[in-house]
T-cell receptor
C-alpha cells in the first residue's frame, strides 16, 4: 500500500516570499491533516479536511496560510508571505475516518525561511 | 533506563536493556492515548494506543501503561534495539474535542550498541 506522498522534501525561501506544499493521501482516506512541527516539539494541527470540507482550522494563521482540497483527494498548503518563524517541517497525514485515531504521516517538507 | 518525558527529553540505553519512556498528560477528560515513534527525517509512526477503560496494553516488544489517577502514561520497550532510536511522542485525545490529538513534547531515545 502506498503511503502519504509529500513534495517537495526540502525548501529554502527568503522571508516575504511565497511557498506551496503538496500532499497526496493514501487512497480511500477521507480525512487529511496538515501539521506544523517545529524542531523538538510535537506536531501542531493546522487544518483538518473531511473529503473536501474543512473540519478544523482553528490553529491556521489565516492571514498568511491557506489550504485547499478541491476534489477531496490531493491537498496544497500555501504560505504567503513567509516569516522566519514559519521554518519548520510541514507534515501531511491521512486517515480512513476522522479522529486521528490512526493517522498515517508523510515524510514531511522541511521549510527554511532565511 | 527510565525518563520523565517533559523534564528529561533524552534517554540513553544500552542495546538489549529495557526502556521506559514516561509522559504526563494534561486533560482528565482524555479517553484515548497514542504513542508515536518518529525517526529522523520521517513522519511520526503509530506504535500503540490505549483507551481509558484499560490500564495496560501489550504489543510486540512494547507495553503501554496508563495511570488515570495521576494522569501518567508510560511506554515500555523490551530488549531495546538500535532501530528503536527515535523521538517518542505521547498524544492524548478527548472525546467531544473533535477527536483532536494533543501532543506531548517528545523524548529522544538513543540506543548504544
Amino acid at each position: 500500500e502506498a503511503g502519504v506522498a509529500q513534495s517537495p522534501r526540502y525548501k529554502i525561501i527568503e522571508k516575504r516570499q511565497s511557498v506551496a506544499f503538496w500532499c497526496n493521501p493514501i487512497s480511500g482516506h477521507a480525512t487529511l491533516y496538515w501539521y506544523q512541527q517545529i524542531l523538538g516539539q510535537g506536531p501542531k494541527l493546522l487544518i483538518q479536511f473531511q473529503n473536501n470540507g474543512v473540519v478544523d482550522d482553528s490553529q491556521l494563521p489565516k492571514d498568511r496560510f491557506s489550504a485547499e482540497r478541491l476534489k477531496g483527494v490531493d491537498s496544497t498548503l500555501k504560505i504567503q508571505p513567509a516569516k522566519l518563524e514559519d521554518s519548520a517541517v510541514y507534515l501531511c497525514a491521512s486517515s480512513f475516518r476522522g479522529g486521528s485515531t490512526e493517522a498515517f504521516f508523510g515524510q514531511g517538507t522541511r521549510l527554511t525561511v532565511v | 533506563g527510565e525518563s520523565v518525558g517533559l523534564h528529561l527529553p533524552t534517554l540513553s540505553v544500552q542495546e538489549g536493556d529495557n526502556s521506559i519512556i514516561n509522559c504526563a498528560y494534561s486533560n482528565s477528560a482524555s479517553d484515548y492515548f497514542i504513542w508515536y515513534k518518529q525517526e529522523s527525517g520521517k513522519g511520526p509512526q503509530f506504535i500503540i494506543d490505549i483507551r481509558s477503560n484499560m490500564d495496560k496494553r501489550q504489543g510486540q516488544r512494547v507495553t503501554v501503561l496508563l495511570n488515570k489517577t495521576v494522569k501518567h502514561l508510560s511506554l515500555q520497550i523490551a530488549a531495546t534495539q538500535p532501530g528503536d532510536s527515535a523521538v517518542y511522542f505521547c498524544a492524548e485525545n478527548a472525546s467531544g474535542n473533535n477527536r483532536k490529538l494533543i501532543w506531548g513534547l517528545g523524548t529522544s531515545l538513543a540506543v548504544n550498541p
